[in-house]
């Protein structure tokens, strides 16, 4: 089992910046990847970013350029620097460790963070 314990949600004004962090506890040995997906209201969940274990990372379009995952190992914390926010960020963000065990990933998650964006 791992657990998954999220900060740093709250409310910005559009061109704010917060930063949320995700700190992880348990069977870490076997995680995979670690990442951030959010959902606003009406939709489907969706992927922000991910690290890859050995460093890789992904980000969806929307946040290229803006939003900045990483983490420390030696917290097991990863974290999503998040600037230049917009009035469509706004949602529940979610932090997210994978692991594979025999190859079949298993997923793990936050109790998730309020992020909203407004003037």
């Known amino acids: 089992q791992v657990q998954l314990v999220e900060s740093g949600g709250g409310l910005v004004q559009p061109g704010g910046s917060l930063r949320l962090s995700c700190a992880a506890s348990?069977?870490?040995?076997?995680?995979?990847?670690m990442g951030w997906y959010r959902q606003a209201p009406g939709n489907q969940r969706e992927l922000v970013a991910n690290i890859i274990s050995g460093g890789k990372t992904n980000y969806a379009d929307s946040v290229k350029g803006r939003f900045t995952i990483s983490r420390d190992n030696a917290k097991n914390t990863v974290y999503l620097q998040m600037n230049s926010l917009k009035p469509e960020d706004t949602a529940v963000y979610y932090c997210?460790?994978?692991?594979?065990?025999?190859?079949?990933?298993?997923?793990?998650w936050g109790q998730g963070t309020q992020v909203t964006v407004s003037s």
């Open positions: 348990g069977s870490i040995f076997s995680i995979n990847s």
């Open positions: 997210n460790a994978r692991r594979l065990v025999f190859g079949t990933p298993i997923d793990y």
